[in-house]
């Protein structure tokens, strides 16, 4: 059998690893495409996501490639960190879960350059409560 030039030698398994990722995905709402296509898998593939924590704050810095600042919306129950950004190509929705509980008024973030910046000082620990 003769190959012809145009076609790429890796096709065939491409595309075979791509059918069994969309198998084992299913109802993960991702969907994997060839090259020749998009790949519109959302937060989480082409995004890091890092949680320092340290004695004096917890940090949570993530790659938000594409996005423009005024479409990203942050939230914080103390726990988790939900950020939510969209940009023409991809929306992004992740809930990260903090190491420890946060103060969440004392929130601070920035973004530059794609990269998503938050960081929070932990929550002061409950009082303990003497008996009399």
Known sequence: MRRDDRDEPFDDLFREIERMMNDM????????????GTVDTGFGTDTHVDVH??????????????VEKDNIELECDGKTLTISARSDHR??????????????????????????EVVFEPAEQSSGISLE
Do not use: C, Q, W
Not at 25 to 36: D, W
């Open 25 to 36: 995905m299913k109802g993960a709402n991702v969907e994997f495409e060839s090259s020749a």
């Open 53 to 66: 924590d340290t004695d004096t704050e917890i940090r949570v810095v993530a790659d938000l490639p594409g």
């Open 91 to 116: 929306e992004y929705d992740e809930r990260v879960s903090l190491p420890r509980r946060v103060n969440e008024h004392t929130a601070s973030a920035t973004y530059n350059n794609g990269v998503l």
